[in-house]
């Protein structure tokens, strides 16, 4: 059973372009989080969602970012017109219902 | 809505000394709590995790963690720290709508 999958491992993006990360979700798990963590700084919540559905996305700032998690295919989340601000490691985990999140190695993007 | 705090960001401790993490949760339910480790350039691994069950919890590389109900802490213990435990550390708590918030993590340093 393979992990969560994270792709790119790496990603530069020129400031106003668009980034797309992908997370994979382990086999059977149908909850996702995406979670941003800044250089020296700890996780930051960004999103939670079911297939389909957004559950919680109080971490997500309002402009430029939008997340999905499709009934067939990877989680999404999306940023556009990126900014140097928005360089960081991102980070997808999945989970069952009431259980422990797995994480993936993460997308680590940089803006120039 | 759930919350934690790890108290310390950075604790550095002696090579074969204890270790002590400090965590402290909100929650209006019982919780789901959580510890996890993350070496540099990669993702979060799951230490332990208390669901309900025993309230002192032991996971791997020597690591546990008792549940304080009246205290509402989580510290993550190890009796003696070894150069390998040098990570960063997140608690985290989960109520049963299994969204999971994670603290800002504490940077453990071992010396020789």
């Known amino acids: 059973n393979a992990g969560v999958m994270q792709n790119p491992r790496h990603l530069v993006r020129r400031r106003g372009q668009e980034a797309r990360l992908r997370c994979s979700p382990m086999?059977?798990?149908?909850?996702v989080y995406w979670y941003r963590q800044l250089p020296e700084e700890g996780l930051k919540f960004m999103v939670y969602?079911?297939?389909?559905?957004?559950?919680?996305e109080s971490g997500m700032p309002k402009e430029r970012f939008s997340a999905e998690f499709p009934k067939e295919g990877p989680s999404i989340l999306r940023i556009q017109q990126v900014v140097r601000g928005d360089s960081a490691a991102y980070f997808c985990?999945?989970?069952?219902?009431?259980?422990?999140?797995?994480f993936g190695q993460g997308t680590r993007l940089t803006v120039v | 809505a759930q919350s934690v705090t790890q108290l310390g960001s950075h604790v550095s401790v002696s090579e074969g000394a204890l270790v002590l993490l400090r965590c402290n949760y909100s929650?209006?339910?019982?919780?789901?709590l959580f510890w996890y480790v993350q070496y540099p350039n990669q993702g979060l691994q799951l230490l332990l995790k208390?669901?309900?069950?025993?309230?002192l919890v032991k996971g791997i590389n020597g690591f546990e963690a008792e549940f304080k109900k009246s205290e509402t802490s989580f510290h993550l213990t190890k009796p003696s720290a070894h150069m390998s435990d040098a990570a960063e550390y997140f608690c985290?708590?989960?109520?049963?709508?299994?969204?999971?918030?994670f603290g800002a993590g504490t940077r453990l340093t071992v010396k020789p």
């Open positions: 985990a999945s989970s069952r219902l009431n259980t422990e999140a797995f």
């Open positions: 086999k059977g798990h149908s909850h």
């Open positions: 969602l079911q297939k389909e559905n957004i559950i919680d």
């Open positions: 929650s209006s339910v019982p919780p789901y």
């Open positions: 208390y669901t309900s069950a025993a309230t």
């Open positions: 985290a708590v989960s109520e049963e709508n299994n969204d999971m918030r």
